[in-house]
């Protein structure tokens, strides 16, 4: 709530500042007589203020007049639309709406939507100059699209487009609960969140270790390339295979990453990111990229092996095609500003020509004996009973189970125990759920 009071009292000021910017660009373009030459105000000084508005605008906006001014435009026509009601002013010679205010109307009466002549008719009036630079500022490719800040419907000229907030804009405001973007054919991917710890992830001491070196970049990096002066040798971002057998620990490494460092850890869909219509692949996921960078995110590409695995000469178009979207994602990945982990089950499966882009490879093993005895411990539930005849020592060295499986086999064991009346888990509810294991990996034991 706190947070909330302190973006709402910012944005009071910027909409004080509209509507003295409304009110002088009328008086200007209209020249109403006996009003002394109007001046165009500038914008409130919020350098002091610590709201996540104003953070935004740091972050985000900057000293971009432009950028600001559009960006508050479509905040007024979201939360306080009655300061556009000027917009609704007739032209009394020909009977007809003005043509230079722009805008969408909702019937006669209806209420007004910006669209980019508004905007451009706000800070310029008939200026050239100020429409090209709206038309720039507005394009799909424009810093306001790629960051998911405001939009103009797809494929319409932006001029006469209607402007509209990005679907979280007002959350990163601290205006309104955050909710992310929805996964879709438009946006292949996906937040992964976790509500457990590092304490419960048991990992070789070799993988945990390396691990470490990808949490002090996020912490130490911008330090090292802008302090330290290393970006005139290094790439920007961060880039780490995780390979290794499912179930031991890679998707979860990764939502503790970003549980630790405070940042939302995305995973993209493959099979989102495949589109029956060329060029919507690299539209699809340059909208990640981007919103993925201008936000912090952290990216998790499963089943990498799928999109970067090796691949032979190109024999049909569709190989051709399929070739050009991995030549995309390498570009995105290799200039992306931020930290991509790309996770595979085997490590000779990804391109040797794409293995050599990562600064980190990390094998992710079958956990050891004494590994798997922790994962056994860790996993069996608080108020679970164990029979007599269950030795866990010996499970761990009989049994080659991955994390994931031995979470699957007490699974199964413990609602087993449950069925029988709650009776405690005993060897043969185990050996039972290790079976069924085993014949999911198309193993016998």
Known sequence: ????????????????????????????????????????????????????????????????????????LVLVQALRPRLLDLFHTRNSTFDRRFTEFGGVRAGTDGDFTPTGETLAFLLGGDSLDTRLAVIDLLAEEGMLARADILHT???E????????????????MALVDATGPAIGTNFPAQRIETALDWSDLVLHPGTRAQIGEIAAWIEHGTTLMHEWGMQRLLRPGYRSL????????????????????????????????????IGETEKNLARVFDQAQSRGWLLFFDEADALFGKRGESKDAHDRYAN?????????????????????????NIDEAFARRFESIIHFPLPRAEERRELWRKALPAMAQLADDVDLDALSREHGLTGGAIVNAIRFAALASL???????????LLQAIRREYAKEGRSG
């Open 419 to 429: 069925a029988d009346g709650g009776r405690p888990i005993g060897r043969a509810h």
């Open 157 to 172: 000229e932006p001029m006469r487009s209607a402007l509209r907030l990005g679907r979280d804009t007002l959350a990163r």
């Open 242 to 277: 995780f390979y290794g057998p499912p179930g031991t620990g890679k998707t979860m490494t990764a939502a503790l990453l970003g549980v630790s460092t405070g940042r939302p850890v995305y995973k993209i869909d493959l099979s989102l990111v495949i589109s029956k219509y």
């Open 1 to 72: 709530m706190a947070a909330r009071q302190a973006s709402t009292r910012d944005l009071e000021r910027e909409f004080d500042w509209f509507a003295r910017l409304l009110d002088a660009r009328f008086q200007l373009y209209f020249q109403l007589e006996g009003t002394p030459p109007a001046a165009m105000p500038p914008p409130p000084d919020l350098g002091a203020s610590d709201s996540a508005y104003a953070q935004f605008l740091h972050e985000h906006i900057r000293d971009d007049l432009l950028a600001r001014t559009a960006l508050v």
């Open 324 to 348: 050009q979207e991995v030549a995309f994602l390498l570009q995105r990945i290799e200039t992306f500003d931020g930290i991509a982990i790309l996770a595979s089950n085997y490590r000779d």
């Open 153 to 155: 419907a797809p494929g």
